[in-house]
């Protein structure tokens, strides 16, 4: 299971797609929260996967890496919202107990996020085996929670990134689908005119994920002018965003069906591997699913890591890719006060000299490297083993 996020959805996909592969006749059941019960649905329906998805409560603990105390007790909003959330936490795992009384799985696979826990919690009570997973460089408080009753512990990054016990834990990579893969110049043109871009254009890809990211729409909203001068422009504005973004339809000009225009925004694909294969450049926030994704098709990013989730853990991805000379990184913080970083950035390799080509180039070639191959696979193989003991 998986939620809390996207980045939680598809590799649980991938998985799946797997584990059918190697127990092609085995019940598999898809448990979500509410937010992302859609895009898992949608998701699964687009890969031709009939996979039973249920709807479980969880609740988030919201935690600030700039707050102190009295900032809680000013924001006491977010206090209350926390508590709300604790019923919710407690109302998941008495549901989760309820039903994993009657499913009795073999097994269970963990993807991380709050959604998460209650379920663990659950396992963890009645004695179910459960394995878990983390993308990120820095372990989230669910897969922290649960580490120590998780029969396997498989990790997105290499492990002396985790203080995971070795004997329990290893390294998988983050599993992602397998059409997320590097396309050829002739393909690439192809899915360009198919988003109605002209061919020969560069295309600038921006996302922020399924539900948006405002601080990065804000700074689209600002530099989007300037930089349509130089590049064509697919914003995907986020489902909870998207709205708020409505007065930047007015540079997305159609005709009789077909794009006029060199920017497009839309809500949200459940395609992204078309838009990013469309690339020469992706701006995306730095989620260890989304840069594995991009790591895969080796694409030119800019990354926008945002500093104030727990754990600093975009932060900590976005300085690993950017040691290995993998990505350009822009701080979100100094990008909302300053957008014409991010115009700035994008500027180091958007043109077609010789020089800009050549940085495109390296900077997909380097981020390729950090991208495991056959992650899903291992990762199945891992979970019909512990379900098999």
Partial sequence: MGGGSGGHVTPVVAVVS??????PRAKVEFWTDRKYFRNARKITIENGMKLKIKKVAAGKLRRYTNF???????????????VWDGFRLIFGFLQSLVRLLFLKPNVIFLKGGYTCLPVGLAARLLRIPYVIHDSDAVPGLTNRVLAGCARRIATGMPLEYYNYPTERAVWTGIPIGEEFRAVSESRQKALKKELGFREEKLLVVVTGGSQGAEHINLAMREILPALLEKASVLLVAGRARYDEMLDLKKYETWENGELKSNFRMIEFSSEMYKLFGAADVVVSRAGASTMTELAKMGKAVVMVPYEKLPGFHQVKNAEAYEAGGAAIVVFDDKMNKEPKLLLEALEKVLGKSREKVEKREELGKNLRKFAKANAAEELAKIVVEVGSR
């Fill in 68 to 82: 102190k105390l009295m900032d809680y007790l000013e924001h006491f909003d977010v206090v209350l919202l926390n």
């Fill in 18 to 23: 797997e584990i059918w592969k190697i127990r």
